[in-house]
């Protein structure tokens, strides 16, 4: 009987403990920060509007129409890319050149640069922006 009864409550405490584990995975949906929602997804101009241009620039007493460059949609691109910059040896954006391209530099807040890190009296941008920026000039900066 004793025995019986030990089978019978290690049976109970085998099923007690047992858990079906479908249940508790879990699945992370991906990442929506990334450029272009796709952590493999090319960085584009419009997302480089869209994202930081529109949310970080194109503001009131920042780069509008009244303050160079103008960054507002529509007027951007060509203002950036090869755009004078208060250095002369550097365009604004330098299709292919990150590392020469002024604007870039602003926003890495990089030696040499004039007046401050951008964008101006708000944080800096993100790791994954700024590299949306840079991957964007490394593939020609194209008005896509």
Sequence with gaps: MKLQFLGLALSIALIACSTDKSAQMVFDPPSVDAPNNSPT????????????????????GCHTDSEYPNLSAGQAYGNIVNGLSSSPDQPLINPGDPDNSYLYLKLVN????????????????????????????ERGAPND
């Excluded at 997804?41 to 009131?60: H, K, M, P, W, Y």
């Design 110 to 137: 990089a030696d040499g640069i004039f007046g401050s890190r951008m964008p101006k009296s708000s944080p800096p941008l993100s790791d994954e922006l700024i590299a949306a920026v840079r991957e964007w000039i």
């Design 41 to 60: 997804g090319e960085a584009t101009f419009s997302f480089v509007q869209e994202n930081i241009l529109d949310r970080s620039c194109a503001l009131s």
